[in-house]
């Protein structure tokens, strides 16, 4: 039996961002614009990504928007009968793009949103009146039919405003809200110290989060990404390595999470070099904590292994040096008391000044 194929693709056009947030996820070490992907390029992956099986693209950055080929690369995939996502700040869609967006063939939208209060919000993004923009842009998605998530990164800072969160989400019109603990990797790891919220607060938003999915049933889906650092069992990251989702940077290297690149000693392909179906299949990288045969103990005998597949490779590596080791959010793992003992000195450590994303060129202003 083959490899199955992955559900979904996310599609990085660009590391270029206007805003400058220190959870962001990318890597420290950012493309350069001269090294990002062509038309061309992209629209032979999006081929490629078809007839390997794929269901969805997700078009992110960075800021896909920079890019001036974003409506032409919506359509391809639309054409070729793929699921299009378009996840975004937002700040370089003007109405008339979000409409041309939707009328080439984009179905859903996902915007950022760095808090419910302005001046914080945008103190968290590192741009002056990013709020209000985002804000329009959310309506004017949602007045042309476009299914909207508000995606919201919480954190120490913002976590308190989960109430006020949930009703700007109904407010805006939103038909799903994900709320996001941080995932620390890239410019989040740098800023941990300054994100980390305490088991209290996690605790208090845990109940507000249960009783507005009680309440919004039928209204608004709330998606609660649990925090890692006080998680009793891991989640299975990205459904497991390889199995349902890989990720193309703008420079063209595949990969099969995020934050792969961190891991030492893995070679990643590109799409200048290999068709993507190969690299699926058969890369040394892909395959290597792909399925159960990589897993040492307790993993290898858990109960649990196929369905949290081992957790997280990335933060294993970061907690504990080895990317093999069993992931530090699992309560059977022998770092997990490391892990918690570290949140918990990390959320009452007194408040760090952030370390803002570099790099946050963007080509021009928003285009209407």
């Not at 760095?114 to 993004?125: F, G, L, N, T, Y």
């Not at 476009?146 to 939103?174: C, H, K, P, W, Y």
């Not at 990251?237 to 961190?262: I, Q």
Request: charged share 25%; proline share 6%.
């Amino acid at each position: 039996m083959g490899i199955p194929p992955p559900l979904a693709m996310l599609a990085e056009l660009s590391h270029r961002c206007p805003l400058k947030c220190p959870y962001c996820y990318n890597p420290l070490e950012l493309s350069a614009r001269s090294d990002e992907l062509d038309t061309d390029t992209w629209l032979r992956v999006l081929h490629e990504a078809a007839d390997l099986g794929i269901l969805q693209v997700h078009f992110s950055g960075g800021e896909p928007a920079v890019r001036d080929d974003l409506e032409v690369l919506v359509e391809a995939a639309d054409q070729l009968g793929i699921y299009t996502n378009l996840i975004t700040s937002a700040l370089l869609l003007g109405r008339n793009r979000i409409h041309d967006l939707a009328e080439r063939g984009l179905q859903h939208i996902q915007i950022s949103f760095q808090d419910v209060r302005p001046d914080e919000a945008d103190d968290m993004a590192g741009y002056p009146g990013a709020h209000v923009i985002k804000v329009a842009a959310a309506r004017r998605a949602a007045e042309v039919g476009l299914a909207l998530t508000m995606n919201v990164v919480v954190t120490r800072r913002n976590i308190d405003s989960l109430e006020q969160i949930i009703e700007f989400a109904l407010e805006i019109g939103a038909r799903r809200l994900e709320i996001a603990n941080v995932q620390y990797y890239g410019w989040a790891l740098k800023n941990r110290a300054a994100l980390m919220p305490t088991r209290a607060q996690i605790e208090k938003a845990m109940i507000i989060i249960s009783s507005a999915e009680t309440r919004l049933v039928g209204s608004l889906a709330i998606d609660y990404v649990t925090p890692d650092y006080y998680a009793r069992r891991p989640k299975p990251c990205m459904g497991g390595w390889a199995r349902k989702f890989m990720n193309v940077s703008p420079s063209g290297m595949v990969l099969p999470c995020h934050a792969a690149e961190t891991i030492p000693g893995l070679e990643f392909e590109s799409v200048l070099k290999r068709p993507l179906k190969d690299i699926w299949q058969q890369s040394k990288s892909f395959n290597l904590f792909r399925g159960l045969e990589w897993m040492v103990e307790p993993c290898r005998s858990c109960d649990q292994r196929e369905i949290d597949w081992g957790g997280c490779r990335c933060q294993a590596l970061a907690l504990t040096g080895d990317a093999k080791n069993a992931d530090p959010a699992c309560e059977f793992s022998p770092y997990h008391g490391g892990m918690v003992k570290l949140a918990e000195a990390e959320a009452s450590s007194p408040a760090f000044d952030l370390v803002y994303r570099g790099y946050s060129q963007a080509s021009g202003e928003a285009r209407n």
